[in-house]
């Protein structure tokens, strides 16, 4: 899986791009672990090609240590196959979803 | 131009409880779902692209319209917060909106509207704002304002939003649709005026049908019925001899029995309801009136039971003897599987030797070894982020979604495997 992050305005964007599965959550949760990554931040998932439950899982993690931080957590440009795995999950209950990276940021 | 749909997970709660198992907007009325009626609007609007967004579940929805391909639609689908504004669902689907007028149908189930007059023009020149509103829903003009490209348009065409909220309302809108039948039933539904009859239905002779009626999909009405005036039969019916249905509603998937009346009555499943008092009658003799009901996927469940019972014997045999060593050392039940101080209480859990006794249960076939609450082990088990029941949902949901009898073994295995990390509490 490959991960990059950049800024946009108060934002910091985190876009995924592959499969996220249990093979490459720990890769995830490493990246998050040595970057820093306090303040507002949105996950860009157009790329995603494959999520799955420890995917979700992973996803999750961060939105509730947002919220436990007061900060900020919007997804945005989710792509058929990962939308309809946060519909039959009812995952998108617990995330602010977005179909641009823009107008998440604004 | 486009149409936004917006559903509302609270609203219209009185659908469900009054025709329980089905999405409120997939209930229907007179030969059509609500939600179609909304297609309908979308496609006289001239509105082709039309994303519905909810903040519940849409599984059914998606299910019922896929791409829209079947009304010569496209069809997107969004999700919402509960709290979520017309604004802020308008920044969450900035993609869907573009440069265009975007129709926002919020919260409804019906739009009154006349298919013989033009909405296009109207709604493409009318400002940004809301149209119409009842209390309970509205029309609302989003997007971009045309009214420099087109004129405003002369004369309004009718529109208009029924309030809907209740039994009665939903059995005097049935009506009104029978009765204006060509206002909304568009071409393609109409055998003749006043007369609506669906696909694949069999009228066995000394049938009597009087007008106002209208006749779903897959239907049998056998020798001696009188249906109408004003009668609205359903999907797959069947109407047994000699009965009468007048003034009525035969909801879908419904048996009607041999001489029965039913007149100004709602009849769904095995319950027969009045309209005019709201009392609801349910009749326990399914020679009378009851639900048709299909076979489901049958294989499939004999091949998982026996997946399941197999594994379950595999598991006797390798936790028989380490179950009855350790037994008498652990002196209280052990329940869920964490937190036990006691060395041998936790070795009992971690070889999951808890759920031996619920083993005879998989074999005596009223229990799963492994799926969704209840079950021996939970698919929720198979990971170890969950913290709390919403969590254990999501992974359940998902894994009852992508799961096949014989995926059941290794996320058997892998539950195993976890129980030392496992949060959730078994069945």
Known sequence: MKISSKKLGDYTILSLSGILNASSAPQLKSYLEETDFSGSLIIDLELVDFLDSSGLGILVGIARRKKAANEILKLANLNDRVKKVFEITQAYTLFDIYDEVNAAAE | ?427
């Open chain 2, 1 to 427: 131009m486009k149409t936004l749909i917006i559903i509302r997970e609270n609203a219209h709660s009185w659908l469900r409880d009054t025709f329980p198992g089905q999405h409120p907007l997939l209930v229907r009325i007179c030969n059509k779902s609500f939600l179609e009626f909304l297609f309908d609007f979308s496609i006289i609007a001239g509105a082709r692209e039309v994303r519905i967004v909810s903040d519940g579940d849409m599984a059914e929805i998606r299910d019922f319209c896929h791409d829209g391909g079947r009304w010569g639609l496209n069809i997107s689908y969004a999700t919402i917060q509960k709290s979520d504004t017309i604004t802020q669902i308008n920044n969450k689907n900035r993609r869907f909106y573009a440069a265009e007028r975007i129709i926002v149908l919020d919260n409804l189930l019906f739009i009154e509207f006349n298919k013989n007059e033009s909405y296009t023009e109207y709604l493409a020149s009318s400002h940004v704002g809301m149209l119409l509103s009842n209390g309970q829903g509205s029309v609302y003009l989003d997007g971009a304002d045309q009214q420099s490209i087109l004129e405003q348009c002369g004369s309004s065409p009718h529109i208009s939003i029924p309030e809907l909220g209740s039994l009665p309302e939903y059995f005097r809108l049935s009506a009104e649709i029978l009765r204006q039948g060509s206002r909304y039933i568009l071409p393609g539904y109409s055998n003749e005026d006043g007369c609506y009859i669906g696909r694949n239905v069999v009228i066995h002779k000394g049938v009597e049908i009087k007008k106002p009626v209208i006749i779903g999909n897959n239907v049998q009405i056998m020798p001696g019925c009188v249906i109408g005036p004003e009668a609205v039969i359903g999907s797959t019916v069947i109407i047994d001899r000699e009965s009468l249905v007048t003034g009525s509603i035969v909801m879908h998937n419904t048996f009607v029995g041999e001489q029965l009346e039913v007149k100004n009555k709602i009849a769904s499943g095995n319950r027969l309801m009045d309209p005019a008092t709201g009392a609801s009658l349910q009749l326990v003799d399914a020679h009378l009136l009851s639900e048709i009901t299909s076979e489901g996927t049958v294989y499939e469940g004999i091949v998982r039971r026996l997946v399941h019972v197999l594994a379950a014997l595999l598991l006797f045999i390798a936790q028989l003897l380490p179950y009855l060593f350790l037994r008498p050392f652990v002196g209280e039940p052990v329940a869920g599987g964490t937190g036990h101080e006691h060395k041998t209480a936790q070795l009992f859990n971690r070889l999951s030797l808890d759920r031996f006794p619920q083993l005879f249960r998989v074999f005596s076939g009223s229990l799963r070894l492994i799926g969704s609450q209840p079950a021996v082990f939970r698919y929720a088990e198979t990971e170890e982020w969950p913290e709390n029941e919403m969590d254990a949902r999501i992974v359940e949901q998902f894994c009852t979604l992508h799961s096949h009898p014989f995926g059941d073994i290794p996320l058997l295995l892998k539950a195993l495997l976890n129980r030392k990390e496992s949060k959730i509490a078994a069945s």
